[in-house]
């Protein structure tokens, strides 16, 4: 259960404590959302049955984690050092992915790869161009062309 | 006996036509690079690939995907040989002593074994689906919906038992999988559940945005960042040859591996995964000089190798003869299959013989490929490791963003994938399993038809359950390994097997960044 027992005094929230809390709250919120499904009785469970009973296993169980995580790592110890680039990686993607029909398949990752690798990364101009015309290009030949699954074009053709 | 073999003959006739054996032999090479990159794990790679195959004939749909999975196997091993980083989790066990060896000057011998290693547990497994599937098929033709939701709840105790880590954590990510699988229409009334207005979600949440997500997102997440190109020995195709004393002592441990692998593919849960480990735990466990292990063991290299490779091929047992994934890898071959109009499960070798005879003859070709394929080539292979990863993981997840949106030619499919993403990663921050959401998720509706349908047999009398005697065996087995998964609760005394084999233990802190499902 502890990740990274600590033999130091309990300071602060530990972090199955956080991860058992979320749980509990999910567990409510599914509940809570659960509640316009028809429960139907034990002899004939509704819709809302087998749902209910998961957000009350789920909840329960982030009780258990909660109550067994008093010495896990303390949330606050925790480092994160990749989560600024996670945090702009996943920022970029959904961009893309609203970018995706409106400016098409080929425009859309030739864009994504160059901020990639041209902003985040800062690779020299000539290889992030030649590698994101060629990844847009020949993966759009792979997939659209060659294997028939249809991708997006935008309003210029692309 | 003789059936068996008129079936094998006509599987051959259909594997080996030349478009399927080209299909077989790309899904072998696009596996092998797929287990070697970081960041992609023979579970996003077969994902990525779902939406290729639906222009493709269902038999060259799944030999391809298949041949990817056993490929992603023997492509796992070569770098966690050479590099110490497992392409993929199951090659963990391999990184300790297969890297010691490399260390040694000993990488040929190392891959040599691994490679022999795979082939035989490969067909070792291949031969046991093709005796054990059919006989299973045809004895599970008696099973109603009480026995399915008696074997669907003692698989998903069974994977809280099995998965490494914390018990409880493992049941609150089958539980999230189970919620989530909830998401949709609901079969029995009409009722569309938590779609939350989005038209999308009424067919539920697909297998491929959640696997991709999970497992591929997550882990760049995780590693992004990383721009060191870790130096890569590139073996010579002469240093491959093992010495008449490696193949001696390899013997056993591949024998030993292959048997295991392949009980435990059958079981539900990441079985690859815990295959290798309790094969390596076994190996240690008899050895004459156990402490030889971590130094450069060949026996620690051979046994998890054919454990992991003979649990690949035993996951397919369950998945064609019960129509039941066992692990997220074989729910997304059933989808694969499914969007062919073919639903696996105990009619569908009777109705299909050429699809699963096909398939069990490509697995031998497969595996006869990927050892005339991999041992030379390994030293091409390699030098896909010297891509700075800079380059690889923004390629990675523009084939994750297109690989999710041509499943149904739908944006909500890629934010799924990111929401996916974005959880695994903090899951796996606070040391959540993924693999049980994901079979969760693919479990959920089956379990809740199967539980509402056996009641309105019934007319809502529970007894039904009981009064099988099946249905109440497999019951009253779940319970006990419900019992014993949960008993590190509320006793402390002695050890079980998971912590003696080392599924309790972390991979190695070097390893456990780059690994995934």
């Known amino acids: 259960m502890a990740d990274a027992v600590t033999t130091a005094p309990a300071r602060g929230l530990r972090n199955d404590q956080a991860s058992g809390l979320v749980l509990l709250l999910l567990a409510i919120f599914i509940g809570w959302q659960n509640r316009s499904y028809p429960l139907g009785s034990l002899q004939e469970p509704g819709p809302g049955y087998v749902p209910l009973m998961l957000a009350v296993f789920l909840g329960a169980i982030g009780v258990l984690i909660a109550l067994r995580g008093t010495r896990a790592q303390p949330v606050r110890d925790m480092k994160w050092p990749e989560a600024p680039r996670a945090v702009v990686i996943l920022i970029a993607c959904g961009i893309a992915a609203y970018a995706l029909e409106r400016l098409g398949y080929r425009i859309t990752i030739f864009a994504f790869l160059v901020f990639f690798l041209g902003v985040v990364e800062r690779k020299k101009w000539y290889s992030v161009l030649i590698v994101s015309t060629g990844f847009a290009l020949l993966s759009f030949l792979l997939f659209d062309t060659v294997l028939k699954v249809q991708l997006p074009t935008g309003p210029w053709g692309y | 006996?003789?059936?068996?073999?008129?079936?094998?003959?006509?599987?051959?006739?259909?594997?080996?036509?030349?478009?399927?054996?080209?299909?077989?032999?790309?899904?072998?090479?696009?596996?092998?690079?797929?287990?070697?990159?970081?960041?992609?794990?023979?579970?996003?790679?077969?994902?990525?690939?779902?939406?290729?195959?639906?222009?493709?004939?269902?038999?060259?749909?799944?030999?391809?995907?298949?041949?990817?999975?056993?490929?992603?196997?023997?492509?796992?091993?070569?770098?966690?040989?050479?590099?110490?980083?497992?392409?993929?989790?199951?090659?963990?066990?391999?990184?300790?002593?297969?890297?010691?060896?490399?260390?040694?000057?000993?990488?040929?011998?190392?891959?040599?074994?691994?490679?022999?290693?795979?082939?035989?547990?490969?067909?070792?497994?291949?031969?046991?689906?093709?005796?054990?599937?059919?006989?299973?098929?045809?004895?599970?033709?008696?099973?109603?919906?009480?026995?399915?939701?008696?074997?669907?709840?003692?698989?998903?105790?069974?994977?809280?038992?099995?998965?490494?880590?914390?018990?409880?954590?493992?049941?609150?990510?089958?539980?999230?999988?189970l919620l989530l699988g909830m998401i949709g229409i609901d079969a029995m009334s009409g009722y569309t559940r938590f779609s939350f207005g989005l038209i999308e979600l009424g067919d539920g949440v697909g297998i491929v945005p959640v696997a991709v997500g999970l497992f591929g997102v997550s882990e760049i997440l995780l590693t992004a960042g990383q721009d060191s190109v870790p130096s890569v020995q590139r073996p010579r195709l002469r240093s491959l040859i093992p010495t008449g004393h490696d193949l001696k002592v390899s013997i056993g441990p591949i024998a030993r591996g292959s048997l295991i692998g392949f009980i435990i593919g059958i079981i539900p849960g990441s079985a690859h995964i815990i295959s290798s480990f309790v094969s390596y735990g076994i190996e240690r466990r008899i050895a004459k000089h156990p402490e030889r292990f971590g130094k450069g063991a060949i026996e620690g290299v051979a046994g998890p190798e054919s454990a992991n490779n003979a649990a690949a091929t035993g996951a397919f047992v369950p998945m064609m003869a019960l129509g039941i994934p066992t692990s997220p890898i074989t729910a997304v071959m059933i989808a694969a299959l499914m969007v062919h109009g073919i639903t696996p499960g105990p009619t569908m070798i009777q109705d299909q013989p050429e699809l699963f005879w096909g398939f069990v003859a490509s697995m031998y070709v497969g595996n006869a490929v990927l050892l005339i394929l991999n041992l030379p080539l390994v030293g091409v292979f390699v030098n896909l490791l010297r891509i700075p990863y800079a380059y690889l993981y923004p390629c990675i997840l523009a084939f994750c963003i297109l690989g999710c949106y041509s499943v149904s030619n739908s944006t909500v499919d890629v934010w799924i994938m990111l929401i996916m993403g974005g959880l695994g990663y903090v899951l796996r921050r606070f040391g959540y399993d993924l693999a049980p959401i994901a079979l969760g998720l693919i479990l959920a509706p089956m379990l809740e038809l199967s539980v509402r349908q056996s009641l309105a047999m019934s007319a809502g009398d529970y007894t039904i359950f009981l009064q099988r005697p099946l249905t109440l065996g497999m019951l009253v087995l779940g319970l006990v390994v419900l019992f014993f998964s949960l008993k590190p609760l509320f006793s402390k005394k002695g050890k079980d097997w998971r912590s003696e084999v080392g599924l309790e233990d972390e991979p190695p802190p070097e390893a456990a960044p780059q690994s995934k499902p």
């Open chain 2, 1 to 177: 006996m003789g059936e068996t073999l008129q079936n094998l003959m006509l599987g051959f006739s259909v594997a080996l036509q030349p478009s399927v054996l080209v299909y077989a032999f790309v899904g072998c090479i696009i596996g092998t690079l797929v287990g070697m990159l970081p960041g992609l794990g023979p579970l996003a790679g077969i994902s990525l690939l779902l939406p290729a195959t639906f222009g493709l004939n269902p038999i060259i749909s799944v030999v391809l995907l298949a041949g990817v999975y056993y490929g992603a196997m023997y492509g796992g091993s070569t770098t966690s040989i050479l590099m110490r980083i497992p392409g993929e989790a199951a090659s963990v066990m391999t990184c300790i002593d297969g890297y010691a060896m490399t260390q040694q000057g000993r990488a040929g011998p190392a891959l040599a074994i691994a490679a022999i290693g795979s082939f035989i547990a490969g067909s070792v497994g291949v031969v046991g689906l093709m005796l054990m599937a059919p006989t299973l098929a045809a004895f599970a033709l008696r099973f109603g919906p009480p026995e399915y939701t008696a074997l669907l709840m003692l698989g998903l105790f069974v994977l809280s038992y099995l998965s490494g880590g914390s018990m409880l954590k493992t049941l609150a990510s089958a539980a999230i999988g």
